[in-house]
């Protein structure tokens, strides 16, 4: 560690004060005359200066020259939009692709453009915006097709299931988007899923089912139990409980055992798939002889 040393230095006495400089007796009570226009022109230019610098400044902050730039802008967006007209660039034809189940009063109304439109006033992103708004479409591209034409692509949502809640059924596609909320006699068919988060999993459980096309048209609906698994209630008003974890492997053991002993048609009420090792069965009888498949055993239960 260092060690500090201070140094004191001598005071300063009257023999060794330093001498005070005289001002002469003209420069205690005014300046030169040049001094006087040196001070004169700096103020000068200050106020100008400072004058110049105010006014822009109090039209930025008031908002004046925000006001004007937008003004001139629209002035000029305008003037290449009636330029464009004159030049025969306004709008004639809409061609749509990719549209099956929306209706053409509906988009029309959605485009919400009109012929002899400027071309280039046609805001694309608003219109897909408007478009993709619309129940049945999921995706949307606009193009301009010059010099009078514009052509609409839409991608059109694919019904999956009708969705129960509160009494009432929505019709989903596999996103699990609600594409109306109430669904019309023409999709009576589709099989029911029940659960507030049932939407975002159908696709999942549908394309499994899809595994057993014979056993998948017995399905009605679909509950969803805790967020975690499904119940599924046949058409002959069995109840199938799948597992957890696993259920493709007990989907296709179900459809093994059916195909192999007929075990819906036996007076069953409810098949518990959620146990690996063994398939238990309850029927609305006393339980007859229990019956031996090779890769599980099927317990019988009577109510």
């Not at 219109?127 to 839409?154: H, M």
């Not at 063994?278 to 007859?288: C, F, I, N, Y």
Request: charged share 25%; aromatic share 6%; hydrophobic share 45%.
């Amino acid at each position: 560690m260092r060690r500090l040393t201070r140094l004191i230095l001598p005071a300063a006495g009257p023999g060794n004060a330093p001498a005070k400089r005289r001002a002469s007796p003209r420069g205690r009570r005014f300046l030169s005359a040049n001094a006087r226009r040196s001070c004169f022109r700096l103020a000068a230019a200050t106020a100008i200066l400072g004058g110049a610098l105010a006014v822009p400044t109090w039209w930025w902050w008031s908002g004046g020259l925000e006001r004007d730039w937008l003004a001139a802008q629209q002035a000029a967006e305008q003037g290449v939009v009636r330029l464009s007209a004159r030049l025969g660039l306004t709008l004639g034809e809409v061609f749509v692709e990719g549209r099956e189940r929306t209706s053409l009063e509906t988009l029309r109304e959605a485009l919400g453009v009109r012929r002899g439109q400027a071309m280039v006033s046609v805001d694309l992103d608003q219109v897909r915006t408007r478009v993709e708004g619309l129940p049945w479409v999921r995706q949307a591209a606009i193009e301009r097709r010059l010099p009078d034409s514009l052509y609409v692509r839409i991608v059109e949502r694919q019904p999956l299931a009708l969705w129960q809640r509160g009494g009432k059924l929505a019709l989903i596609d596999r996103q699990g988007a609600v594409i109306h909320k109430r669904a019309g006699s023409e999709f009576a068919a589709l099989p029911v899923v029940v659960g507030a988060d049932a939407p975002a999993h159908a696709a999942g459980l549908l394309d499994m089912l899809a595994s057993e096309q014979g056993l998948r048209d017995q399905v009605r609906a679909a509950v969803r139990v805790g967020g975690r698994r499904w119940n599924l209630r046949l058409r002959s008003g069995i109840e199938v409980r799948l597992p957890e974890e696993g259920a493709d492997k007990a989907w296709q053991w179900l459809a093994d055992e059916e195909r192999r002993h007929g075990l819906l048609g036996r007076d069953v009420i409810a098949v518990d798939l959620r146990f690996p090792d063994r398939l238990v069965v309850r029927t609305s009888h006393p339980a007859g002889p229990r019956r031996n498949p090779r890769r599980a055993g099927i317990n019988e239960k009577s109510t």
